[in-house]
């Protein structure tokens, strides 16, 4: 493990490579005690280098190195230098050479799972970001793209199955029972995007026909005995080709696409080239085993990762700075195939809301930080949702302010420019810009400057002149990313950011009114995109025949927090009338949140046992969004989501000054008593009316009656008693499928109720086997509100069902009562606090990155009030005085406690 202190690596300090790697020939024998690495490499001077007397420097980590040959003469000990994580050679290279490196690495013990890994009885990669250094002696930066041949040497009854990148060019046997197998990827790549696998799994094959008329063999390779929960895995692929052909016209370039899946690995899944490795999370599905977000989780993922084969791999980054340039534009293409093969508005709900809950605390807290930073200390801590989810609302506000049309031909442009080279967040602008004719000098600084906007709007109706004049002034308070920077000497720029404002204009018949700008001869439209550039614009809207409410920031336009003074009835009126999804939604959300923030007000006043907080005309509002589900053209999955009351880390973000997670947790719970007490009979018709008794099917349809069916379920355990135990009992053992299995579960694990330990008791011993069901078993009890529920998660540390070094366990368990869980793990008395640090500890030594997502945890410690920070800070401060902590956990600590 690495121990030393953090050191900031910057932007600026970018050079090119002094050497390139043009070749890549792997020898990788998995003998009983270790794993022996051959690695040639055909290399050159780099031409562009700003040394062209530079040393050879290679990265290496955890590498026994056993021999090293230049032109095939062995170099000796003076004309090396071996250190921990660096090869440097002292002698004098020519222009162009082959280096040979003969390694021993012990994937058996790498429980960091970076690099060559066992996970049960099989051999996986992860060198994304710096694993490949953990395999071979390399220049492992994005900038340094080879072409690879890779051969792999095993036994061949413990590994049958021996994978690499690229495609097949020729298997054989070896003495002693062992076989080898090779493969050649005919495509320049940088390191990260290696990928092998040596392990018994069984394979789901099909193909794919492209439109060119080239066939694909599609496999997904999982576990022995998992075959029967490959099918919707497979079904996404496929979708997932056509969809990228259909809409920007890319095909896969490869003869083979395949994943494999895995169950310890530390992210969601990578898009090796060819080769994707998949956490199992995102792979096996079954009605019985997986919900219906399981099921679309997989499509998204699938097509995230293969549309990563052009935008990432065909196209790469020329250094980890522009991470986003590849995460945020395949997010955003999965986010767009999202909307076209699920519901488009729920599916930007969704996103929305995962903004809210962790991006914007991001932007506030202490890792702050813009989609391209120009500085880190450890690569690993920024894969975050700033990089990943705000970067693909940037990439949307493109397509927003120039079009379909023109992204599309910006994207071919970027292409045609850049295919086979590592560049930059500038070079993927570029191509937007020239492609559609626009000046984007100013909207980059979307990509340099840290923090969620302020948007403040403000209308006027002029009833004389017909005039709706819209004011619009953009604010961008400081953050700790400029106070960070500035500490290094770094002073940042900032200025107002170009973002496009959709807007439209409602009229009191809930009519969206043709849009005619001052200065304009005729309407062009109901719904206009305004390109706001100024600190301070306004827009004149003529011939307004009387006040409208202005429907804004139309689909989330722009990453930023919308102040607008919209009364109770304006927001009444956009939820009944807007015919845009998002701001259907995000009035409903609007008002539930006013009607919460004066009830936390309340409640820490000691005056909210009365709910005379809550308007009698909120339960109204809501009845007439149930029956909307109803209706001609009703969309179920549509209404569930508008009748989910905002989140309580939403809620604590809402709120400017001091948080108190008990009043926002009783505040929330009793209007959800308040809505099911007045809506009761209508909870109980839906949920009759809801059931769904054809054959089981993840598609939208059925999702959706499912979704808001428990949904209802959800508000009526709220009030029945004894009552509500049963009906949730009785759901759970009559459910066919466990999108209704975890509904009844959650339910019941928020009830204190005699059905709860039985039910919970006997989903474990029905699921025990299945990794991933035992996962939803542990998160439903980390999420519990129920007293005692922090000691119950602690005591499940020493269950059997869990372990330490599984990343999925630690996220269900772990990651899930800090992040989801803030009433238990903000709780008065600091336990919730040293229960993390606790899990910090012990995992940091073996698995430093996801020890550092749970430390994340403490971001917002500040929020609260004296004594939870007192706690916090105490706990921070223990973490950090460990003599032997990882760069990971280091920087996220070091930050928490400087902010």
Known sequence: MRTDTPAAIFLSDYTPPAFLIDAVDLDIAILEECTRVTARLVMRRNTDSVDPNASLVLDGEDLELESIMLNGLRLTQGEFVLNRDQLILHVELPEAFVLETVSRIDPDKNTQLSGLYRSKDGYFTQCEAQGFRRITWFLDRPDVMAKYTVTIHADRQRFPVLLSNGNPVGTGSEDGGRHWAKWVDPFRKPA??????????????????????????????VEPGKLDQCGHAMAAIKKSMKWDEDVFGLEMDLDHYMIVAVGDFNMGAMEN?????????????????????????????????????????????????????????????????????????????????LLRAAQFPEDAGPMAHPIRPAS???????????????????????????????????????????????????????????????????????????GTPRLIARGEYHADSRRFVLKLEQHYPPTAYEKRMESQGRLLERGPYHMPVVVALVDAQGEALPLRLAGEASAQGK?????????REEFIFEDVPAAPVPSLLRGFSAPVVLDYPYSEAELAHLMAHDNDAF?????????????????????????????????ASYAEAVRRVLASAFADGGDPALVAEAMALPSEVILAEAIAGETDPDAIHAARNALRRHLAQALREDFEAAYERLKVTAPYSPESAQAGARALRNACLSYLTEIEGQQAGARAAAQFAAADNMSDTMAALSALANLDCPEREPALADFFARWKDEALVVDKWLNVQATS??????????????????????????????????AANPKHFH???????????????????ANPQVAARIARSFDRWRKFDAGRQQHARTELQRIQAEGALSRDVAEVVGKALAD
């Open 273 to 353: 080239k060819g080769l994707n490795i998949f956490n199992t999370k995102y792979v096996l599905a079954r009605q019985d085993t997986a919900t219906d977000t399981d099921f679309q989780n997989i499509d998204r993922v699938v097509a995230h990762e293969y549309f990563h084969n052009w935008t990432g791999n065909r196209v790469t980054c020329r250094d980890w700075f522009q991470l986003s340039l590849k995460e945020g534009l395949t997010v955003f293409r999965d986010q767009q195939f999202g909307m076209d093969v699920h519901s488009a508005g729920v599916t930007r709900i969704q996103e929305v809301r």
């Open 827 to 845: 709780a008065a008395d600091g336990s919730g606090y040293r229960f993390a640090a606790d899990v910090i500890l012990a995992l940091d030594p």
């Open 583 to 615: 701001n259907r939604w995000e009035a409903g959300q609007r008002l539930a949140t006013d009607i919460l923030l004066a009830g936390i007000a309340a409640l820490k006043a000691d005056a909210g046992d009365t709910q005379s907080w809550i308007p």
């Open 785 to 818: 509100r129920l007293p005692g529920t922090g000691a119950r998660v602690r005591e499940l540390l020493a269950h059997p069902a869990f372990d330490l070094k599984n990343p999925n366990k630690v996220y269900s368990l772990v990651r899930a009562f800090c």
């Open 192 to 221: 990260y995007l290696f990928a092998m696998v040596a392990g018994k799994l069984d394979v789901l094959e099909d193909e794919y026909v492209t439109r060119s008329g080239r066939k694909v063999r599609c496999a997904v390779y």
């Open 376 to 450: 880190y200390a450890e690569i690993n801590n920024f894969y975050t949702a700033t990089v990943y989810e705000k970067g693909a609302e940037v990439v949307r506000m493109i397509h927003t302010l120039i079009g379909p049309e023109a992204f599309r031909a910006g994207m071919d442009l970027y292409f045609a420019r850049h295919d086979g080279q590592a560049v930059t967040c500038e070079d993927f602008v570029a191509a937007m810009q020239d492609a559609a004719g626009a000046d984007f000098a100013q909207f980059k600084r979307w990509y340099n400057q840290a």
């Open 527 to 535: 719904e206009r995109v305004l390109s706001l550039r100024d600190a």
